[in-house]
């Protein structure tokens, strides 16, 4: 099931999406994942910047401004899915107080030179994926807003009552890129033998005319399992090219199973696609 979104409804949770923890300013996200090591590292657009204003509540600091295409978040409670329309996107900050309180987060605004948006609601998604975390929610970090994909600005700024935050410009580029197209491959090995590793392989093709940022959010089914999330899955990817991404997968040495096998299905909003691999005794 590939999630699909409501505009100017979700949740708000998170400490960062699998999509993706902080880095500096302007760099692709550095992103954790609970998956082996070998597997590749997944990238989101994003500005990393800091910088304290004053309110009347005391000292409200931004940072960790990012953007992405679409949102790694549970679609039931065993498993995760992408969120965002092909015509949406999201910018989410992480604001924190140093006085006495930050505003209440309905108190903050993203505004262009013509446009505002709110924070996204809390009633549709009541939490977002963290590849190091699991599902996290919490209420106020980060911001996250909900903006047209393209966005029409040359300017944006993160508002309260008595504070403003300008957004990076190269953020501001990536948020201008219209949609792109992409089409995937996902391939496994039919089978595995207990004790060794066998690898789950994305390949990804932009095929548009302008560079993008692919999202995906990739399940498992058995053995010993019903379903359980695997990881969050972001690579920009420039136009006419290809990026590959490998997740190691090494069954447990002991399973209940009678006839073991490993299902891993990705989805992203494009559908869905899967692949069985058969696990053998030693």
């Keep these: 099931m590939v999630l699909r979104s409501r505009r100017g409804v979700l949740q708000l949770g998170g400490a960062t999406l699998a999509l993706l923890a902080g880095c500096t300013s302007n760099s692709n996200l550095e992103n954790r994942s609970t998956t082996p090591a070998t597997d590749t590292p997944t990238t989101t657009s994003s500005t990393t910047t800091s910088r304290p204003t004053t309110t009347d509540s005391g000292d409200v600091t931004v940072e960790n401004v990012r953007a992405t295409p679409a949102l790694v978040a549970p679609n039931t409670p065993d498993s995760i899915s992408t969120l965002g329309e092909r015509d949406e996107q999201f ?70 009552p008595d504070g403003d935050f300008a957004v990076d410009e190269a953020l501001i580029q990536t948020l201008t890129r219209p949609p ?26 932009n095929t548009g005319s302008v560079a993008g940022t692919f999202v995906g959010a990739l399940n498992r089914v058995g053995p010993n399992v019903a379903y359980t999330p695997v990881t969050g899955i972001s690579l920009e990817i420039a136009a006419g090219e290809s990026e590959t991404w490998t997740h190691s997968y090494a069954p447990s040495p002991h399973s209940t199973d009678d006839d073991p096998a490993a299902t891993f299905h990705l989805n992203w909003r494009g559908g869905r696609q899967s692949k069985i691999i058969d696990v053998e005794p030693v």
């Excluded at 975390?133 to 047209?148: A, H, K, M, Q, R």
């Design 91 to 160: 910018v989410l900050a992480t604001v924190a107080g140093y006085g006495m309180s930050i505003p209440d987060r309905d108190k903050f605004v993203l505004e262009t030179t013509v446009d505002s948006y709110p924070p996204v609601d809390k009633s549709f998604v009541y939490a977002l994926w963290d590849d190091e975390d699991g599902y996290t929610s919490i209420p106020d970090d980060p911001l996250i807003f909900s903006v047209p994909k393209p966005l029409n600005a040359t300017e944006l700024s993160l508002r309260w």
């Design 180 to 205: 792109t197209d992409f089409v995937t491959e996902l391939s496994a090995p039919k089978s595995v033998t207990r004790g060794y590793e066998a690898s789950v392989t994305l390949t990804v093709e």
